[in-house]
């Protein structure tokens, strides 16, 4: 197949999550699809590996839930068609400062989506979440029902096996260093070229480069992306002894949640590793993905959860002890918090979409942007309603502000 001159419909440059939900939207549709890593597959130096990540239509942003709503229904059908489960259902509680922005935002944007949704005092989240959740009498929570629990390693696996059941080649442990439009009088379409030597053609291509994109697109192209790869750590806490199954998703039907405030805290229910659950800081250090620290967040950090853990918990889960496992993953920071999806433009016209910065909170909707990437590049434009101007480069050219929003980030992050 290399430097064959065999042409492919698409290259789709990277098998993170995005990379393989695209590979996967691509090869259903008949076409034929090439998608390349430059690690192993299901490698653990990137975004998309681990044990879970939460889905939730509870979004400051309006344009958010619409697409969480259409990737629920997709991974259920991916899921059909695998034959096993990757996403586990839940609900969803946000809480957090009656006058915190974001939050309000959630409620206005569920108003707005007409996403059912329930808000409650301190006293009514205690009682829903019969004590488990205790939150301070000027604090809010949030209910909603679409929630949950998807299994990342898992999930790629199976876009993966998905995509090659409908065609699709893979190849792991190729780096692409040189992405060029070749003249139409040669043919036209675009030539991928490797470290190891090799050149693949398509007619089209997809960049899922995911902390790699701002540095692989200034290298083929020269054009920059605001996209800053920002290492963060998982923490996982354990439960008190006799309180186990109270945490657990099922039977204990204890919801993901995020904490709107500083810190952002965000959670999943106990799922992966029994008698753990999973608390980690939505933030981290700003990175070299090929020069990582490998280091759990400062100790600072974990002092700010194991507070937030004895507040809300309570001596429900052990604060003191730490916690039990860390593990560490890559976040592609964009400066408004919004996903980059759009033509790369240039000599490429139409022929090459970039797919990155998302922002630590892309892994729910892949299958929708899986599907997204392939419509540019097939038909030009997106269909179901998704308002794709969140999404594209100009937003930054008349500086570095993106998307104009009235609340704070919710990813912290820092330099050192
Ligand atoms: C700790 C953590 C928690 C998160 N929690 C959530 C959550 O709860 N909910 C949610 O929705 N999202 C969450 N996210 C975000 C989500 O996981 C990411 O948005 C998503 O995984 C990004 O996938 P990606 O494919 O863009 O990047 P990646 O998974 O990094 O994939 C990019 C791939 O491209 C490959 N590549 C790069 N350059 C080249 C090259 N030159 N040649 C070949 N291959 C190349 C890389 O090796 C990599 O495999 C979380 C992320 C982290 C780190």
Redesign the pocket.
Known sequence: MENSGEKFDIIV???????SATAYAASKRGLKVLL????DLL?F????H?E????RASYPENYYPPMVIEAAKLWEEAELEAGYNVYFKTSHLDFGPSDNPSLLHVISSCEINKIDHRILDAHQVFDEMSGRIKIPDDWIGVATELGGIIK?TKAVSMFQSLAMKHGAVIRDR????GIEPIDEQEGGGILISTTCGNQFRSSKCAI?????MKN?VKKVTGKHLPIQPVE?S?FYWRIKQGHESDFTISPGKFPTFASYGNPYI?GTPSLEFPGLIKI?IHGGLECNPDERKWKAAKEVIIEEIREWIRGRFGDLVDADGGPVIT?S????MTPDEDYVIDFLGGEFGKNLVV??G?????????PVIGKIVVEMLLDGEVGGGVDMKYFKIERFDGGLNGNAKSFADQVCFSSS
């Open positions: 440059v990277g098998a993170g999550v995005m990379g390349l890593e430059q690690f490698h130096r990137g975004s998309s681990g879970s990540r939460t889905i990342p190729i780096e692409v260093k899922t480069a995911g902390a790699w692989l963060t998982v965000y980690p593990q993953c890559l976040y592609s797919a990155g998302f922002s630590g909170h892309g892994f729910k909707m892949s």
